[in-house]
């Protein structure tokens, strides 16, 4: 009788054709026809059908001594492991009269793979103890394995000793395993002791080492691994060339990334997306965004991470608008976004502060499904809280069901910049209750918080205290918070000698904080002397330039204002022109003070005259005493009353449907006189008026603003 021959691949046939020769002795003369080989093609292919096949054939005629049968039902455990069906991989081994150490590494892997490190650890033990089997190197690197994913970092390191002792360390899983492992329990030094001590290593071992550096951001450390590696003459592969290429955009050392861009070009390496997404996210954090592109532009293939690569890459740039356009041309190419794409294109909307884009973006997100997304409803709470919608922000949180520490972060730092400081400490201690760890930038929010409502006590607590029981060492932006919430509260003196006594190295932004605060509560002297300390700490801040101009009017000190701007034209310091803009219907209208361009601007100015004079009897006074120009009273008027933010809202009044808020941006601080005017605006319209300026928002409602009139 000819001998069947069966074709290739095995696993494209169905089972019913195997049946006829299913039904032969176990004595098989092909290859082919042995069980053993066949269940794991069957494995391979994870062709659960046809591996019961053969499982049924095995219960039906199996005669084999016991060993043979312990190979066959290793053999069944990789099968159903293999094909997800853990539940009777599980079954057989438990029902297995003997074991070897095939059938705990089977069984061991099938854990692994199916999320469940904590059973792998167990099973090691009982091998161990019940069984009394002495692990090979495929046990123990899935067991290190096992706790590096459970980030059991006391239980690796007894598994460590343990290779150690019975030599299983020298082999490579092993030393891999340990690595990785090492690496994700953030214990880097032990990583790198054992690539030190441990003879042998190839690409992959490199691979891995550099990787958990840079999770951990030794940048430095990986460099000097990188030499290394170059010394051993050790080849690269795809990996490593994208490692090396997240190295040079770590260091934002374009010079580097080019030179291992040319090396790649010069090598055999075939070109993957991964490759080519590392290329282009290397080229944007160095920024060069051009040559990102112009890659980009001659990838063959590109795939979501390809676009999504550079989009951030004009993110990280500042090129919002640029990021948003090549959303319309990945959706042309048929690409749908993932979670990454949304954070991106999210973030750019918020970069431009464009709301009803973030709007459709959220909409989208929804539809493909991603809306429960924690990167995507993160990156939705950061759009909405710098676009002026904290109540939509606040919305989305609420009905996130999965939160992280950036979840909790953007919620409570989005109050504090809206300076809504009560909400946000209340967000806080809710964090807190749900036992997630405040960390750096959580205290940034809240210390916010208590310098908006002069929560000075409370505040000191958080600083002194609570940071240190968290283990959080406090950086300049959280001494900067301490000297604004001492500032806000009037204790100047105190908020100076804060300063003065502590061995910080304060920037601009801290000394303008006391500056601002001096010009708040009109405490000019002093102001003065900070303003004057500032100058000479930085000759271009305009912000203080500014401030120090404003005192000198306020008190109609002309000469002052006079040397100021002289000194400004000496050094070449330019005052940055006011502008304002608002968003209707996705056109974003810009104005300048005293704007005359837009083509209704003669309508914009009858409806401002005529908003100046209801608000009047509301108790509104032109302030023209902060008009830094020694001229007439009424020049200083009309001054004062066109200024960018008030053609923005008159506008908004004009086209917005009544009852919306209308949400204004702005580039610099705005004037006391606008503050004031629009505040009795919102009054007199029943309007809600959101006005982001060059420091926070301002929440204008019924006369009132969330500021407390301190910005």
Same mark, same amino acid.
């Given at each position: ?259 291992? *861009? @040319? $090396?790649?070009? !010069? =090598?055999?390496?075939?070109?993957? /997306?991964?490759? %080519?997404?590392?290329? #282009?996210? +290397? &080229? ?77 973006? *959220? @909409? $989208?997100?929804? !539809? =493909?499904?991603?809306?429960?997304? /924690?990167?995507? %409803?993160?990156?939705? #709470?950061? +759009? &909405? ?82 940071? !240190? ?12 918070? #301490? ?229």
């Amino acid at each position: 009788m000819a001998m069947l021959k069966l074709p290739v691949p095995i696993s494209s046939l169905a089972p019913v054709k195997f049946t006829p020769f299913l039904s032969k002795s176990n004595d098989l003369a092909s290859p082919l026809l042995d069980p053993m080989k066949l269940l794991k093609v069957a494995a391979d292919a994870k062709n659960l059908k046809f591996g019961r096949t053969i499982h049924a054939h095995l219960i039906i005629t199996n005669r084999l001594p016991g060993d043979c049968r312990v190979n066959q039902i290793n053999s069944l455990i990789n099968l159903y492991v293999k094909c997800d069906e853990l539940f009777i991989a599980r079954q057989m081994f438990d029902r297995m009269s003997k074991r070897n150490v095939v059938s705990w590494c089977a069984l061991m892997a099938g854990y692994m793979q199916n999320g469940s490190p904590l059973e792998v650890f167990e099973l090691f033990k009982k091998m161990i103890v019940k069984d009394n089997i002495f692990p090979n190197e495929y046990v123990i690197a899935t067991v290190i394995s096992s706790c590096r994913d459970s980030q059991m970092y006391v239980e690796g390191r007894q598994c460590h000793g343990f290779s150690l002792k019975s030599g299983l360390e020298l082999h490579q899983y092993v030393k891999n395993a340990l690595i990785q492992m090492y690496s994700k329990c953030s214990d880097v030094r032990a990583a790198l002791k054992i690539l030190d001590t441990v003879p042998g290593y190839d690409v992959f071992c490199y691979n891995l080492v550099l990787n958990g550096l840079l999770e951990h951001s030794h940048v430095r450390e990986a460099i000097e691994v990188l030499k290394l590696m170059i010394g051993e003459g050790t080849k690269w592969n795809n990996a490593t060339f994208v490692t090396i290429f997240r190295i040079c955009a770590s260091l934002k050392d374009l010079k580097f990334g080019k030179h291992v *861009h @040319a $090396r790649m070009l !010069k =090598s055999d390496i075939d070109y993957d /997306v991964y490759i %080519g997404s590392s290329i #282009i996210d +290397m &080229y944007g954090k160095c920024g060069n965004v051009l040559s990102g592109r112009a890659f980009f532009d001659q990838l063959q293939n590109r795939n979501v991470v390809s676009w999504t690569a550079i989009m951030a890459a004009y993110f990280q740039n500042g090129f919002f608008e640029e990021a948003l356009n090549l959303f319309s041309k990945m959706e042309i190419d048929h690409i749908p976004p993932n979670e990454y794409t949304l954070a991106v294109l999210l973030n750019s909307a918020a970069g431009l502060s464009a709301l009803s884009h973030g709007d459709q973006l *959220h @909409a $989208r997100a929804e !539809k =493909s499904g991603l809306k429960g997304n /924690v990167i995507v %409803g993160n990156a939705l #709470i950061i +759009m &909405y809280s710098k676009s002026g919608d904290i109540l939509a922000a606040q919305c989305v949180f609420s009905n996130m069901k999965c939160c992280d520490s950036i979840t909790w972060n953007a919620i409570i730092t989005g109050h504090s910049h809206h300076c809504i400081g009560k909400e946000a400490l209340n967000i806080f201690h809710d964090m807190l209750t749900a036992r997630e760890c405040p960390n750096y930038v959580t205290f940034i929010g809240v210390l916010s918080a208590c310098a908006h409502l002069s929560l000075v006590d409370e505040g000191l607590y958080y600083f002194n205290h609570l940071m !240190k029981q968290f283990g959080i060492v406090p950086g300049l932006e959280h001494y900067t918070c #301490i000297v604004g919430l001492l500032s806000r509260s009037g204790r100047l003196d105190e908020a100076e000698n804060f300063m003065r006594s502590n061995p910080i190295n304060w920037d601009v932004v801290a000394w303008r904080t006391l500056l601002n605060a001096c010009y708040v509560h009109r405490n000019y002297d002093k102001g003065k002397q900070i303003a004057e300390y500032l100058l000479q700490m930085d000759h271009e801040d305009v912000g203080s330039y500014i401030l120090l101009s404003n005192m000198h009017a306020r008190v109609r000190r002309w000469d002052g204002v006079v040397k100021v701007r002289k000194l400004m034209r000496e050094r070449n310091v330019k005052k940055e022109p006011g502008v304002s803009w608002l968003e209707i219907r996705n056109i974003a209208h810009v104005f300048t003070s005293e704007d005359n361009k837009h083509p209704e601007s003669s309508q914009i100015y009858e409806m401002v005259r005529d908003l100046l004079t209801k608000i009047r009897p509301l108790g509104y006074v032109p302030d023209i005493a902060g008009v830094l120009h020694d001229i007439e009273d009424e020049q200083k008027l009309d001054n004062l009353s066109y200024h960018s933010e008030k053609l923005a809202v008159a506008y908004g009044l004009m086209k917005l449907p009544s009852g919306a808020p209308i949400r204004v941006i702005k580039n610099l601080r705005m004037c006391d006189d606008c503050h004031t005017a629009i505040k009795l605006i919102s009054k007199l319209a029943n309007r809600t008026i959101i006005v982001r300026d060059a420091n926070r928002f301002h929440h204008f409602q019924d006369g009132f603003c969330s500021c407390g009139d301190y910005w």
